[in-house]
């Protein structure tokens, strides 16, 4: 893993990743309608029977990678280009559509289990931060992701596409598309690897507890053979519809979890003197900030930072969100606005408590992973939350993979159909599904053994750096450039000015903060 010699790199990368997306979205759009809504077709085809087609072709492919069938609604769009995903769409008709408490159920699912273990690290990074900015920041970004998860689902509605590549390509320029595509592989391949990292550690943990045999013990061994089994199968399911049902009891483990590490802050069982205390190793063992009690509410030093790049992660589920919208029984916008709200209401709600009762029971030792701070073997308590926390977050990998194999084969279909060298044949033999399947084995190949060299440190590291780089990128920068340019088209120009404003800002910020986060 990249460490400090290397970030000046990394944050190069980072300003020509930003110097692109300016370029796109100050490139001329293939149409500027006045309308909210475009009407016109900006991806014209010389040939009807080429558009039908390819058209057909992309979402056979797409189907494949991710699963599902199309939507009537997306189906239906007589503008869509050729690249059109409807697979993403596809899962409205297989899960028959999802009431609003049951949609945020299914975000509070994927957000949890890998946002709540990080946050107590991040409010003791570098001096710690108060309990006020903590929250406030936690609020802060939560709102936001929520109010950029909701603008894609109007981008939908606005553009009729109900793909991220088509979303670009309607709003931006089809030439930069791969952008979004790239951002999305980045952000969903690095989340898989700290996701793969906490399953690592929680599976050894829980194999000594459960008396397992020696060698199940070792770290790598548990990594390899779980992501043989179950992962391996679940991330080359073609529907997902089967894990819509374990949403519900990935969601009470984080309860159950959450509630045990608030018990073990009230109960002082490792506190000095506690029963546990002395049976934890040293750089587990609590240790408080000696501040002052104003500066325990209210200090906001350097180490905001680091609490910044892990709420923009924990707040993370964007690479789903056209299918959170096409999952919704009934979508509309008021519909889905409600549910994205309940669910990151609850999140928030995982996601303070955990954060300042983690940071209450470690203090400075608090963990990337906080359930590593509790004892292996002797607490029981923290051996069921460890087996909840590992089901969960095994029920939210594939859904995160599945946002990887989106992005990334968008990418690959978009590079074999632009390679005047390929003939036709061998680029359906590269978009057939056994290529695909064996391109997805590789990839999750390479987050298990990334993943078996990552240590406690390197997980920080990884997902500060996702924070800090993508998911800014994601979640806030993106988002706000296709929302500029859609509330371009509103009639209503008075109107609209006031948040045309506010995501020309949160433009600003996402790019000053990804750079000041990078380093």
Request: one cysteine or more; a positive charge.
């Amino acid at each position: 893993m990249p460490r400090a010699g290397s970030r000046r790199a990394l944050l190069s990368a980072l300003v020509l990743v930003l110097a692109a997306i300016f370029t796109a979205s100050t490139s001329t759009a293939p149409s500027s309608s006045t309308s909210f809504l475009p009407r016109r077709r900006l991806v014209p085809t010389t040939r009807k029977s080429q558009q039908d087609g390819s058209a057909a072709s992309a979402l056979d492919f797409l189907q494949r990678v991710r699963g599902g069938g199309a939507s009537p609604k997306a189906a239906s769009a007589p503008t869509k280009p050729a690249f059109a995903s409807a697979a993403v769409a596809g899962h409205a008709d297989a899960h028959h559509g999802l009431s609003i408490g049951s949609l945020a159920i299914n975000i509070m699912a994927d957000l949890c289990p890998h946002g709540m273990l990080p946050l107590a690290f991040g409010m003791a990074s570098e001096g710690g931060t108060g309990l006020a900015p903590a929250l406030s920041l936690l609020l802060v970004f939560g709102s936001l992701s929520a109010y950029t998860l909701i603008s894609i689902a109007r981008a939908c509605e606005a553009t009729g596409e109900y793909s991220f590549r088509g979303i670009w390509s309607r709003t931006l320029h089809p030439s930069t598309a791969w952008i979004i595509d790239a951002g999305i592989t980045f952000l969903c391949f690095g989340c898989c690897i700290f996701y793969s990292a906490f399953i690592g550690d929680l599976s050894a943990a829980l194999a000594q507890a459960l008396g397992a045999p020696a060698f199940l013990h070792k770290r790598w061994v548990c990594l390899v053979g779980l992501h043989i089994f179950p992962l391996l199968p679940l991330c080359l399911m073609k529907n997902l519809s089967a894990l819509q049902y374990s949403s519900i009891v990935g969601v009470l483990g984080i309860l159950y979890t959450t509630a045990f590490v608030v018990k073990r802050q009230l109960d002082g069982t490792y506190q000095m003197g506690g029963q546990f205390h002395a049976l934890i190793d040293l750089m587990y063992r609590p240790q408080k900030p000696s501040h002052t009690a104003l500066e325990k509410v209210f200090r906001l030093g350097p180490g905001a930072i680091s609490l910044m790049n892990m709420a923009c992660v924990a707040f993370t589920t964007h690479y789903n969100g056209i299918a959170y919208y096409t999952e919704l029984k009934d979508r509309s916008l008021p519909r889905y606005a409600s549910a994205v709200g309940l669910g990151f209401l609850a999140s928030f709600s995982v996601f303070a408590l955990m954060m300042v009762f983690g940071f209450g029971t470690f203090g400075y030792s608090a963990q990337p992973l906080l359930l590593n701070n509790y004892h292996r073997t002797k607490d029981a308590l923290a051996t069921g939350s460890r087996l909840a926390t590992a089901f969960s977050i095994m029920c939210g990998f594939p859904l995160m993979f599945a946002g990887l194999k989106t992005g990334f084969f968008s990418l690959w279909r978009s590079n074999i159909e632009g390679a005047s060298r390929l003939s036709v044949g061998t680029q359906k033999t590269l978009l057939s599904e056994s290529v695909t399947m064996t391109v997805s084995t590789l990839l999750l190949a390479g987050i298990c053994g990334i993943s078996i060299k990552c240590t406690e440190e390197d997980v920080g590291f990884v997902i500060g750096l996702i924070g800090a780089v993508l998911g800014t990128g994601v979640v806030y920068i993106i988002p706000a450039l296709l929302n500029t340019k859609l509330l371009a088209r509103v009639k209503d120009v008075a109107a609209a000015r006031p948040e045309k404003r506010f995501n020309h800002g949160l433009v600003a910020v996402g790019v000053i903060f990804a750079c000041i986060g990078a380093y």
